[in-house]
């Protein structure tokens, strides 16, 4: 083992295989090395509740909890503070986090708790009960974003033809609706929509609806209180365009 003592460059050790240096401070919590600039404390190294701290005498830093894999603010002396300390700043920022689990985002409670966003695309293609109608390939695409429980879909679907359609129609969803508990569930697990169409599709007719538990977009054609499969399929003409904007929840 080498130690070298320089006025100018401090100290450097130089050991193989061995820990460089050990620094053990006895009985008490508090500094186990101090850092100085022109005779100036910036900051230190220390241990409070067996926990090891970095940080400054004015702002506090850093505790690294003792036992619990977790890294939690702290105050000058190492004791853990609460919504004290900012990461980042505005001209100051990090660049990606990634996370495995969620964020609590105004509070510390479940309601608080977003745990999943995702944007994706997803395939517009149209089921029928008989017959096809194909969509163009450049308009056959529907947007999903997804915060939390809830899914927004966008997008603009065209016919480019059409071979004897008739009866349901419905769509695929990226992610099944949420079941209701509780009495009525018919009625309140249902979301209706109404949404643009054009070249002989009657938009005052036709709602989306998203069933509890099912994975399809179903387009009903609406007559007063009632909704029926009736004459849906028939009203897809090649050219015909849907513009859907439609939200739902997730389990």
Do not use: C, W
């Amino acid at each position: 083992m080498a130690i070298t003592l320089d006025g100018s460059n401090g100290i450097t050790t130089d050991i193989a295989s061995n820990e460089s240096a050990t620094f053990n401070r006895d009985t008490t919590d508090g500094d186990i090395i101090i850092l100085q600039k022109d005779n100036a404390t910036v900051g230190s190294i220390g241990t409070k509740s067996d926990r090891l701290f970095i940080g400054d005498d004015s702002f506090g830093g850093l505790a690294f909890s003792n036992g619990v894999s977790t890294v939690f603010p702290a105050d000058s002396s190492g004791s853990p503070s609460d919504n004290t300390h900012d990461l980042g700043t505005s001209s100051n920022r990090f660049k990606d986090l990634y996370l495995s689990g969620g964020v609590y985002l105004g509070g510390t409670t479940s309601t608080n708790y977003l745990d999943d966003y995702e944007e994706g695309e997803f395939s517009g293609a149209l089921t029928l009960g008989s017959g096809t109608v194909t969509l163009a390939a450049s308009s056959d695409t529907l947007e999903y974003t997804k915060i939390g429980r809830v899914v927004t879909i966008t997008g603009l679907l065209r016919v480019d033809s059409v071979s004897s359609p008739s009866g349901s129609v419905s769509i695929s969803l990226p992610f099944a609706v949420s079941s209701v508990v509780g009495s009525g569930v018919e009625n309140t697990a249902r979301s209706f929509v109404g949404f643009n169409v054009s070249n002989n599709l009657n938009v005052n007719n036709f709602v989306l609806v998203a069933a509890e538990n099912e994975s399809n977009l179903n387009i009903f054609n609406a007559s007063g209180t009632s909704l029926s499969t009736s004459n849906v399929g028939e009203s897809f003409k090649s050219n015909s365009t849907i513009a859907i904007n439609f939200s739902y929840r997730v389990a």
